[in-house]
């Protein structure tokens, strides 16, 4: 991935950034110019709260170029409190314990690094929520 | 608007077909395709491929492929959308016919893959989904199939067995299709037990990674006859839809909303439901696509796929055959090319000429195409008249 796409995707990748339509209160993420439910171009910036339920997750054994040295990992879909579904990486525990219906919140993360930029990538990733 | 028929089919060995470059697989399945329908000339060409630069280096398709096909000054466009590229090249010649623009028109699917590495081909592949949200965190194509299969065997009881067996059907018909990449039969113990992809799916749930190409010739009906076209076989609808591109952007994600919009526009267009159909070519990428398609386009109600096919509906004669060809499973599945492939067997079924693998009186067929995780799809209806 290239500097200037990754550094424009900070607001989301760090600290969860959305949008939330002023006429519907749809929450979108990342957040758009239009509203996906009503049509409406008024929005306003929230923070997802970074916690949610487990919809669906697989693990990798044959990963894409640039995450080798990761494989096998787990990634998966979570609904967020707020209503809107985040896909992501779930790490720091036994992906054989997982199931659908687990909590999950999202701890921030080394995602990869990129061999020819050499940025290094930081982003959410979920860790099922041990109430710890 | 004109009726439009499909005059000519070109099919090619598909494989890991190292000797053969882009351009020799685009110019083999159109001139099969022009000998097949016996014209003199084509006045405008279409052609579909997912990601040409990603796999060979290569774009600007719609200069290279007419000048090599001996066609040069032939207006020419190359169309995408990832691997419904194919499906949407017919439709653009179908457009191009209908409306007059052409006489004559040329669909090319084709797809070059097997000249990178394993892991740039997962990372082309991979360029179908979201780039930002879905590929950045490393999430493959058999991975978000495999969230699917997960998500459907968990909300209606989806069983290993009954993804199993849409590989095991598939391979049986490919056996019977010597344009198969791998025409051998499969056990669901093998499938089951072949090597873990993308939990749950396994290497033999997958389509492969394959070279190839595939062309259809169109026109207008009365040109058809004048050609002595017979069987006479008529695109009678075409559907097409999109859906949003991240899978967690879908009210239900195991409802595929395009295929669903796709299969009913195109239905509507022919005046038919799809009980009227005799039989299907579906975008089988993995063994869960082909049984959310079935139950997209209402060939059996939501949750009902997994069953409907190990009961044997879906199988060569069973009550609604899908996939005759082997599907992208058995047959491979280069990407751009398996839109139009779709079409040629559709054509070669309903002219009585599928060998081996024949229906019998099949009168009415149809293929249906999909991009990425069912972010696009296109529906074709085409019936013998
Ligand atoms: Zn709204």
Redesign the pocket.
């Known amino acids: 991935m290239q500097v200037p796409k990754f550094w424009r995707e900070i607001p989301r990748y760090y600290r969860l950034e959305a949008g939330k ?1 002023d ?4 929450i979108t993420f990342p957040s758009r110019l239009v ?1 996906p ?4 171009r008024e929005h306003s910036k929230v923070h997802l709260s970074g916690r949610g339920t487990l919809k669906t997750f697989t693990i990798i054994r044959i990963p894409p170029d640039g995450f080798g040295d990761q494989a096998p990992y787990a990634i998966g879909i979570v609904q967020m409190d707020e209503g809107v579904g985040v896909m992501a990486q779930i790490t720091d525990c036994d992906v054989d314990a997982l199931s659908i219906g687990d909590t999950m919140i999202t701890k921030f993360r080394r995602v990869r690094e990129e061999g020819k930029t050499g940025i290094i990538m930081y982003a959410y990733k979920f860790v099922p929520d041990v109430g710890v | 608007m004109k009726d439009v028929a499909i005059i000519g089919i070109g099919m090619l060995k598909w494989g890991e077909l190292w000797e053969k470059s882009i351009r020799d697989l685009c110019v083999e399945a159109a001139l099969n395709c022009i000998e097949d329908a016996g014209v003199d000339h084509i006045d405008s060409m279409a052609i579909g491929s997912m990601s040409s630069g990603l796999f060979t280096g290569q774009e600007h398709l719609a200069s290279m492929i007419p000048d090599y096909l001996g066609q040069r000054y032939l207006p020419a466009v190359r169309v995408e959308s990832a691997c419904a590229s194919g499906g949407l090249a017919v439709r653009n010649a179908f457009l191009e016919v209908a409306s007059g623009m052409s006489e004559i028109a040329l669909a090319v699917g084709v797809e070059k893959m097997t000249d990178v590495n394993g892991g740039m081909a997962t990372y082309a592949l991979a360029t179908a989904a979201d780039q930002d949200f879905e590929a950045f965190h490393g999430v493959t194509f058999p991975g978000l199939y495999a969230m699917l299969a997960r998500a459907h065997m968990q909300h209606y009881g989806t069983t290993r067995e009954q993804l199993a067996q849409v590989a095991v059907k598939n391979h049986a018909n490919g056996t019977r299709n010597p344009n198969a990449q791998f025409p051998f039969a499969v056990t669901r113990e093998q499938v089951i037990n072949s090597v873990l992809v993308a939990d749950p799916l396994t290497l033999l749930d997958c389509s492969p990674i394959t070279d190839g190409a595939a062309a259809v010739l169109l026109a207008p009906v009365e040109v058809a006859h004048r050609l002595g076209r017979h069987p006479l076989t008529v695109i009678t609808g075409i559907g097409h839809a999109t859906d949003s591109i991240a899978l967690v952007d879908r009210p239900d994600m195991l409802h595929l909303g395009a295929v669903a919009h796709a299969a009913q526009r195109a239905l509507a267009m022919a005046g038919k439901t799809i009980q009227d159909v005799d039989f299907a070519e579906v975008h089988d990428c993995f063994t869960i696509a082909e049984i959310m398609v079935m139950e997209a386009m209402g060939v059996v109600p939501p949750g009902q796929g997994g069953p409907a096919t190990l009961d044997g509906m879906t199988a060569l004669d069973g009550s609604f055959p899908i996939n005759p060809s082997g599907g992208l499973k058995s047959k491979g599945h280069p990407v751009g090319a398996t839109g139009v492939a779709q079409l040629c067997e559709a054509v070669m079924q309903l002219r009585g000429t599928a060998g081996e693998r024949q229906i019998n009186n099949a009168r009415t067929a149809l293929t249906q195409n999909m991009g990425g995780s069912g972010g696009s799809s296109v529906v074709h209806i085409v019936e013998v008249q």
């Open positions: 339509c006429q519907c209160g749809k509203c439910e009503c049509g409406s």
